[in-house]
């Protein structure tokens, strides 16, 4: 069943080679982690947020070399270092991202990890019209963000901070990863990287150590919908379109947050957030498009 759904993802898994293309594959795929956001959260209270990060990205790793069956012997050197730092660029930003919205509401944690890719949007661009869109999206930033309230938690704000940095270089590597390897290998060997670096801060701090079968259950589920499907459409995506485009794709995270909030995790939205997100719709919109015609 696993190897069939992503297939269907473009991840050339069958001999059916049914792809999407490189836009609805980034948003699906964010609709995908920020569901399953939502869902990690309330893993929280029982296994903590560097237990929940140890269930996702462990079970991710097991179930992309299940499926590729990825042959880490074949890997060269130059592959092995690209996928070390991969790896463990992805493992920390989400390790730092858990901790984060375990202080912060879930909305704001993704708002504040956008930085790293708008960051990388502004100094991928070349054209003014391309400054445009990312001045839209920093608009949406900007109104979605709770500036207003002074009791925010400066350790989570920054931690959100810190993770859009990590966010920002795995977009890089991911592109540059997945010019050297097949995406599907690529993305196996990374959350293998990955799960090594997490996996101790899960051991640690005990919180594996409450995981019952429920709780695996739902540690599976959050695997699936926020690091197997998600990582691997993103890792096709960077394949067909600049970093750059996808930078910019990357706004509505905030806007798909803030409606899985609403139906998940019941954080309704003020008026002035939901202009916020008209304005990362149309950034998006308007970058996707002029792109394309660039193209």
């Not at 893993?43 to 237990?51: C, D, E, Q, R, V």
């Not at 704000?157 to 997945?178: F, N, P, R, T």
């Not at 996707?288 to 015609?293: G, P």
Request: proline residues 4%; hydrophobic residues 55%; contains cysteine.
């Amino acid at each position: 069943m696993i190897k069939y759904i992503l297939s269907v993802f473009g991840t050339g898994l069958s001999n059916r080679k049914i792809a999407l293309p490189a836009i609805p594959a980034v948003l699906l795929s964010m609709i995908s982690v920020q569901g399953g956001a939502s869902v990690a959260k309330h893993l929280f209270p029982f296994i903590g947020a560097s237990g929940t990060a140890s269930l996702r990205i462990g079970f991710s790793a097991l179930i992309l070399l299940a499926v590729f069956r990825t042959n880490l012997l074949k890997l060269d050197r130059k592959q092995w270092l690209y996928c070390l730092a991969y790896g463990t660029c992805l493992g920390a930003m989400n390790l730092v991202f858990y901790f984060a919205i375990k202080r912060i509401p879930l909305g704001l944690g993704v708002t504040l990890e956008f930085s790293g890719p708008l960051v990388l949007a502004l100094l991928g661009s070349r054209k003014l019209l391309d400054l445009l869109w990312v001045l839209l999206a920093c608009l949406g930033i900007v109104l979605i963000a709770p500036w207003q309230n002074n009791n925010v938690d400066l350790l989570g704000a920054a931690l959100a901070l810190l993770a859009g940095a990590l966010w920002a270089g795995y977009i890089v590597l991911g592109g540059k990863v997945s010019k050297l390897m097949k995406g599907g290998d690529a993305v196996a060997a990374g959350m293998i990287f990955a799960t090594v670096f997490v996996l101790p801060f899960g051991i640690f701090s005990g919180g594996l150590a409450a995981v019952n079968g429920p709780l695996l259950l739902i540690g599976i589920a959050v695997a699936l919908l926020t690091s197997a499907i998600p990582f691997t459409l993103e890792m096709g995506a960077l394949r067909e379109i600049p970093s750059k485009t996808f930078g910019i794709l990357m706004s509505l995270h905030p806007a798909v947050g803030a409606l899985s909030g609403l139906l998940f995790l019941e954080e309704y939205l003020s008026p002035t957030q939901w202009v916020s997100i008209l304005c990362v719709i149309l950034a998006s919109a308007g970058a996707t498009y002029f792109s394309k015609k660039d193209r």
